[in-house]
Structure formats: C-alpha cells, structure tokens
C-alpha cells in the first residue's frame, strides 16, 4: 500500500513560467483584417475632410486652410444663387433620370433573368460593355449623337446621357434578385387564379423591390456626380460638379463642403434605412 503525496508549493520556476504570457502571432486573418481597415480609412479619409472644412471659419472663397470651428456656412448656405442653382438641377437630373432608368432597368433586368430570348446573349454583352466602357467616349458619342440629330445641348440631353449609362447597373441589380427568385410562389399564385399582370405586381415586384430600390439609389447617386459626360452633352447648363470645376479658378466656397455633407448624409440615411429594413425582415422571416 502507498502513502499518500502530499501538495508541494509550486517552485519559483513554475510561477515565473506561469506568468509569462505567450506572445501573439501575427497570422494572416489578422494582416487581412489590417489591411481592410487600412483601405476604409483611406477611402473614409477624403469625406472627413470635407465634412471638416465645412465647419472652417474661413474669411474668403479659399477653403484649404484650417482657421478655426464654426456653423455659419450652414446658417449660409444659398448665399451664392449660381451654386444654389446648379444644386437644384442636379439633383432635379438625378432623380429624373434614376426614376428613368429604374422602370426601364427594372424591366430588362427581369426579362434577363427570367427568360431565355434570341439576342439576351448580345443584350448581357452591351449592358455590361456600356458599363465598363470609359465615359471619355460615352460622352464624345453622345456628344456626336445628339449634334447630328439638332438636339440642343441641355438639361433633357443631360437626363438622357444619364439615363444611358445608368439603365445598365439598375438591370445588373435586379437580374441578379430575379435568378434567385422563388419560382413556386408565382406558381402558387398562378394556381389561384391570378393573372400573369397580377402575379407580377402582388407577388413578384414585391420581392424584387429591394434590388430595385437599391438600384435606383445606385442610377441617383451615379447621376449627381457626374461630371465628364454632364460636361460633353451639358451646353451652358451648369450641374453642381460643373460648377465646382468652374470655381476652382476663383476659390472653393466653404457651401460646396456644406452642401456634400448634406448630400452624403442622405446617402447614409437610406442606406441604414435599408440595412435596418432588412436585419428587421430578416427576424420576422
């Protein structure tokens, strides 16, 4: 039979090695999660700054030096009636055009990703291609388009050119929701009775409204910032990008910052709207 051991106290050496903490190894999850917030800080960075110097107690039209905090830019903001102008047709553009190019791209992009159609092949090929194509020569095209038909350069040759570059992102966004879509909740409504016009606007667009939302918001936010093609089909009417461009000579006024970060800020309005409007759907569901 043994005796029984008695504890022994544990020696220096083992508590000194106990309270060495093991060093941390870098690993590449943790280079990647480095490296992504490297980028969002470098793309956040240029937003920052001019929500910053809208608040830049600036005594003239040169907003490039920090002089001190102030709010009365926001109190201010209409004082120059040509940049209040140009706001107004941008933004009257842009939601033209995203309304334009949400039913016509909404419709493409269901007929995409739902049927199969001589010529959807060569459709896929030109939405895609006009997208990627540089706005240098979508512009001078347009330009060229609209000079041998007589059109007069303005606001409705602006709407169009937007119009057309923006047609494809809103049918890329919703034949992607399409070809994902359930087809057996059309058919269930189908078996009850309803018509093809019915199933589409009860059933099927409510599904797919999302993507459409989203890419209506893509085509507006697309269009207000345009700048290359809005200058070659443009004319004399100046859009908010135009404007800014032109001032560059005489000085940036501290509005232009006001304005973009009211612009921005409604930007993030919708998309935590939407986010939210999802996350609680997705609860529901």
Same mark, same amino acid.
């Given at each position: ?46 937003? =920052? ?10 005594? &003239? ?31 009257? $553009?842009?939601?033209?055009? #995203? ?17 199969? /159609?001589? &010529? ?7 939405? /895609?291609?006009?997208?990627? #194509?540089?706005?240098? $020569? ?26 057309? /570059?923006?047609?494809? *992102? ?33 059933? +099927? ?7 459409? *939302? ?5 085509? *507006? ?11 070659? +089909? ?35 309005? *919708?998309?935590?709207? =939407?986010? $939210? ?9």
């Amino acid at each position: 039979m043994t005796a029984p051991t008695l504890d022994r106290p544990p020696s220096a050496e083992v508590e000194a090695a106990a309270r060495i903490k093991p060093r941390r190894r870098i690993t590449g999850a943790g280079l990647l999660h480095a490296w992504t917030w490297l980028i969002i800080g470098w793309l956040v960075l240029p937003i =920052a700054v001019m929500i910053l110097f809208g608040f830049n107690d600036t005594p &003239g039209r040169y907003n490039q030096t920090w002089v001190g905090f102030t709010v009365k830019w926001y109190g201010r903001l209409f004082e120059y009636p040509d940049l209040t102008s140009a706001l107004i047709t941008s933004i009257v $553009i842009a939601i033209v055009a #995203s309304l334009l190019s949400g039913a016509l791209g909404t419709g493409i992009g269901y007929a995409l990703g739902r049927y199969r /159609f001589r &010529g959807s092949g060569s459709l896929n090929l030109i939405m /895609f291609a006009t997208m990627s #194509s540089p706005e240098l $020569i979508m512009g001078a095209s347009l330009l060229s388009l609209f000079v041998s038909a007589g059109a007069g350069l303005g606001p409705v040759t602006i709407t169009i050119a937007h119009v057309m /570059f923006s047609i494809s *992102f809103v049918a890329v966004v919703v034949r992607a929701r399409v070809m994902t879509l359930d087809r057996s909740i059309e058919e269930a409504a189908a078996d009850l009775g309803a018509s093809p016009w019915t199933t589409f606007w009860k059933v +099927t667009f409510p599904i797919i409204l999302p993507a459409v *939302f989203s890419g209506v918001l893509l085509a *507006f936010a697309l269009s207000i910032d345009d700048f290359i093609v809005t200058a070659f +089909t443009a004319g004399t009417t100046k859009t908010f990008p135009l404007w800014i461009w032109g001032a560059t000579r005489v000085g940036i006024p501290p509005q232009v910052n006001v304005m973009g970060t009211l612009i921005f800020a409604v930007g993030v309005f *919708f998309a935590l709207a =939407a986010g $939210i409007r999802s996350s609680s759907k997705g609860k529901r569901d």
